[in-house]
């Protein structure tokens, strides 16, 4: 088993940054995918950004590409989320996930993952 806890949401303003962070407990997270999905209130889950095992692969939406920066840490089996030029539509609950599988392609679907955190709220004012 692997517990997900992920930190560093809050409120900033337009144009502002914030960086997430998502500590793994319970086993290594070194062999895993990883991956960020937000999700609005009403709203489906949707992907934000992916790294694989080796951090080689790094797959984002198309919406957060230029912005958003995802990284790995596996000595401290911890995952990252740098978010710059946030913009009001930013604003979602955002969610860590671990994939037990290595393989990158499929990291979008939100199926794929085994393990999720509790999620961290980001606040983005206009």
């Known amino acids: 088993q692997v517990q997900l806890v992920e930190s560093g949401g809050g409120l900033v303003q337009a144009g502002g940054s914030l960086k997430l962070s998502c500590a793994a407990s319970?086993?290594?997270?070194?062999?895993?995918?990883m991956g960020w999905f937000r999700q609005a209130p009403g709203k489906d889950r949707e992907f934000v950004a992916a790294?694989?095992?080796?951090?080689?692969?790094?797959p984002y939406a198309d919406s957060v590409k230029g912005r958003f920066t995802i990284s790995r840490d596996n000595a401290k089996n911890s995952v990252y989320l740098q978010m710059n030029s946030l913009k009001p539509y930013d604003t979602d609950v955002y969610y860590c996930?671990?994939?037990?599988?290595?393989?990158?392609?499929?990291?979008?679907?939100?199926?794929?993952?085994?393990?999720w955190g509790q999620g961290t709220q980001v606040t983005v004012s206009s």
């Open positions: 996930a671990a994939s037990r599988f290595r393989e990158i392609a499929p990291a979008r679907n939100e199926g794929r993952y085994d393990y």
């Open positions: 319970g086993r290594t997270i070194s062999s895993y995918t």
């Open positions: 790294i694989s095992w080796s951090g080689g692969n790094t």
